[in-house]
């Protein structure tokens, strides 16, 4: 579930969501002699040019969530557009 949490708001406003989400298995993380990465999800914040072809679209935003427990969760993202 995805909660838009400024609706209506300015163009210069950030935009900020709730997202809620259900891990229904858990995320292993990889280890091996050289490294190690723990298990995280990452989120994307994407301004869509064009319904018909990916090729306008704009990553604004990434955020890395961990650790992901088997259960439901939520947390906040934020981002400041620059203008």
């Known amino acids: 579930d995805i909660v838009v949490l400024e609706s209506p708001a ?3 406003d950030p935009y900020r969501f709730k997202i809620t989400f259900e891990c229904i298995a858990p995320l292993k993380d990889v280890i091996s002699n050289h490294f190690s990465f723990i298990a995280n999800i990452e989120w994307k914040l994407i ?19 961990s650790p992901v427990p088997v259960g439901v969760d939520s947390f906040k993202f934020k981002d400041t557009p620059e203008l």
Not at 47 to 65: A, F, I, R, W
């Open 10 to 12: 300015r163009f210069t």
């Open 47 to 65: 301004y869509v040019g064009s319904p018909q072809t990916t090729d306008k679209d704009q990553e604004l935003d990434t955020c890395m969530v």
